[in-house]
């Protein structure tokens, strides 16, 4: 079964933290993972895309990393900000029948207090 | 400016009415799609339109039915509403299907059937 698990399901960290979120997939055939960040009563937004060769990609701030092999994947956050309480979304996509189809985690649900 | 927008941003309605809701994207994007976000945060994918064809129409009930009137647009329609149909429905868009783009998500709209 095609599934995205992610870990923690919530996280509480003080200002200027680091923090790491974690995502682990069953999904074939992978065509590429991507993470979102979705800030309550938005839509997601993505941070970075990730193919098979890929195994590291950055933005800013924030940094992904894959391990095809193992089906993993995380993302650092570096010197976390208040405006950095979101969900953060795993988002696996599968290519099928030409496409790709995006397969999403529930989410690592992260607040950063002052 | 909005590069997605979904309308109307809120819904409130009774069970056995039918509904629509509106997308469209200023992006030049060939590929559209619609997205359930159930209570417990999963998006799953509904539907995909590239350049106006279905290309993906996973598993939903058939009173639910997308129109696409030219490939800015992508509109949903859904018949006798039920409790379950209760979610946020995020519209989204890709430059295309078979390869990785990045995807923007709309701002979503909070479906509530009563």
């Known amino acids: 079964k095609n599934q995205v698990e992610q870990s923690p399901q919530s996280l509480i960290i003080l200002e200027g933290k680091n923090c790491t979120l974690q995502?682990?997939?069953?999904?074939?055939?992978?065509?590429?993972l991507r993470w979102y960040k979705q800030d309550t009563g938005r839509g997601p937004v993505s941070l970075t895309i990730?193919?098979?060769?890929?195994n590291t990609k950055s933005n800013g701030r924030y940094t992904a990393t894959l391990d095809a092999d193992t089906k993993q994947s995380s993302l650092h956050i570096t010197a976390s900000q208040l405006s950095d309480s979101a969900s953060y979304i795993c988002?696996?996509?599968?290519?099928?029948?030409?496409?790709?189809?995006?397969?999403f985690g529930a989410g690592t649900r992260l607040a950063v207090h002052p | 400016d909005t590069a997605v927008s979904q309308t109307p941003k809120y819904l409130v309605t009774q069970m056995g009415n039918d509904k629509s809701i509106k997308c469209e994207q200023n992006?030049?994007?060939?590929?559209m799609y619609w997205y359930k976000q159930d209570s417990k945060k999963f998006l799953k994918i509904m539907f995909s339109y590239n350049n106006k064809e279905l290309i993906i129409n996973e598993t939903v009930p058939n009173r639910f039915s997308p129109k696409s009137p030219d490939k800015a647009h992508l509109n949903l329609h859904i018949n006798s509403l039920e409790l379950g149909d209760s979610a946020v429905y995020f519209c989204?868009?890709?430059?295309?299907?078979?390869?990785?783009?990045?995807?923007?998500f709309g701002s979503g709209t909070r479906l509530t059937v009563v």
């Open positions: 992006l030049g994007h060939d590929t």
């Open positions: 989204a868009s890709s430059l295309g299907a078979g390869v990785p783009y990045g995807y923007t």
């Open positions: 995502c682990n997939y069953t999904v074939s055939p992978f065509s590429n």
């Open positions: 988002v696996v996509s599968q290519f099928s029948g030409g496409y790709n189809k995006l397969i």
């Open positions: 990730m193919t098979f060769s890929e």
